[in-house]
């Protein structure tokens, strides 16, 4: 059975800091890319962050830029999403997911490309 579970949300103010984590399991962690995507009410969903398999390719949105940063742990299927600074227009569902095919890089990341999907956290800003 895959599951793709999402933690670390909650109420913060801004300029404070999050850490989201994703654990994985049943399915093929390594050698698939991996992303944040965020929706905020009323907005399409969009992607925050990317990582290939060997953490060697990342992708951030410009609005994320500086501020959050993605790793994984390939031994324990564990992505995660460091944010700092946040601002109100972070305030958003943030959505962990996992490429449909191997080994691609993150030179673009649409939410087409993404199979797997977990329900979500929600990370509210409070200014």
């Known amino acids: 059975q895959v599951q793709v579970v999402e933690s670390g949300g909650g109420l913060v103010q801004a300029g404070g800091s999050l850490r989201l984590s994703c654990t994985t399991s049943g399915l093929t962690f390594l050698k698939y890319r991996m992303a944040w995507f965020r929706q905020a009410p009323g907005k399409e969903r969009e992607a925050v962050s990317c990582?290939?398999?060997?953490?060697?390719?990342?992708y951030y949105a410009d609005s994320v830029k500086g501020r959050f940063s993605i790793s994984r742990d390939n031994a324990n299927n564990t992505l995660y999403l460091q944010m700092n600074s946040l601002k109100p227009e972070d305030t958003a569902m943030y959505y962990c997911?996992?490429?449909?095919?191997?080994?691609?890089?993150?030179?673009?990341?649409?939410?087409?490309?993404?199979?797997?999907w977990g329900q979500g956290t929600q990370v509210t800003v409070a200014s």
């Open positions: 997911a996992r490429d449909k095919m191997s080994e691609a890089d993150c030179g673009r990341t649409l939410v087409s490309d993404f199979a797997y």
């Open positions: 990582i290939n398999w060997s953490g060697r390719s990342t």
